[in-house]
């Protein structure tokens, strides 16, 4: 069983930044985020390789977030950049079955809470 435990949601109004960070027990090959609004399904936002450090974005993100990790903490991080509102959702990390973009591991933390106001 994995514990993921992810933090650093909050409310910012748009434009602004956020960094959200996520603990995990164990990590796997490739680890990532994923988030989901209220209504809708839950939606991969970015990975990274564990080893290499190549790095994944949705269209929807990409130039505005950044993914790293730290390595000795198990720890990875998501940058986020020009909040916009439809950036609002539960964050939540996983390791990431990149092919198809989905969470490869049953079990997911929490999540952490990211709210952008217009």
């Known amino acids: 069983q994995v514990q993921l435990v992810e933090s650093g949601g909050g409310l910012v109004q748009a434009g602004g930044s956020l960094r959200l960070s996520c603990a995990a027990s164990?990590?796997?090959?490739?680890m990532g985020w994923f988030r989901q609004a209220p209504g809708k399904e839950r939606e991969f936002v970015a990975a990274?390789?564990?080893?290499?450090?190549?790095?994944y974005y949705a269209d929807s993100v990409k130039g505005r977030f950044t993914i790293s990790r730290d390595r000795t903490k198990n720890t990875v991080y998501l940058q986020m950049n020009s909040l916009k509102p439809e950036d609002t959702a539960v964050y939540h990390c996983?390791?990431?079955?990149?092919?198809?973009?989905?969470?490869?591991?049953?079990?997911w933390g929490q999540g952490t809470q990211v709210t952008v106001s217009s």
């Open positions: 164990k990590v796997s090959y490739v």
């Open positions: 990274i390789t564990w080893s290499g450090g190549s790095t």
């Open positions: 996983n390791a990431v079955q990149l092919g198809s973009r989905i969470g490869l591991w049953r079990d």
